[in-house]
């Protein structure tokens, strides 16, 4: 009776020794592609309840973080100066303005709030703007290294992007 048992764990360390795992080798990840979107002609006013909704395609996952940056400027040498967004401005005379955005699977809402009518803002601030929304892979919060999105170039060299791979529209 040994024998036979020992026969049968002798055949069965055989045929399990050629099991074999396959790892899937393509290269193409779909869940971890960080993207930027850069959104312009964006027009903020009564009809939109000064909000502007970007749909995302394809869908992102749950696990994304989105952030949203506003052209704030554009430097003497031609530099763009991007800014993170919620951000908020100061004026003189106590007013101020704020951009903010909210986001789900499918779209990315931009908006504009006050402590006055907005309607009086000026066209520098509701028309034209131009926005850059920066899609981040969820595994990168599992890293254990701490990201300063402040600074838009700088996120987008740590994402390894390039303003060649930037997605254009307008609406």
Do not use: H
């Not at 006050?114 to 028309?127: I, K």
């Not at 595994?139 to 303003?163: C, H, P, R, V, W």
């Amino acid at each position: 009776m040994k024998k036979i048992t020992l026969l049968f764990m002798f055949i069965g360390m055989i045929t399990l020794q050629s099991c074999t795992v396959n790892e899937d080798t393509d290269n193409f990840d779909s869940d971890t592609i960080s993207e930027v979107i850069e959104v312009s002609n964006v027009d903020f006013n009564l009809q939109n309840n000064f909000n502007a909704l970007i749909d995302i395609y394809p869908a992102i996952y749950n696990s994304d973080m989105v952030l949203v940056y506003r052209l704030d400027d554009i430097t003497n040498n031609g530099q763009d100066v991007w800014k993170l967004i919620p951000q908020t401005y100061y004026f003189p005379n106590g007013d101020e303005i704020d951009y903010n955005f909210d986001f789900t699977t499918t779209d990315v809402s931009i908006y504009m709030d006050g402590n006055f009518d907005l309607s009086f803002a000026g066209n520098e601030w509701t028309q034209n703007q131009i926005f850059r929304i920066v899609i981040i892979p969820g595994f990168l919060s599992n890293k254990g290294t701490e990201m300063d999105f402040s600074n838009y170039d700088a996120t987008i060299e740590q994402l390894g992007l390039t303003n060649k791979s930037i997605k254009k529209i307008s609406l």
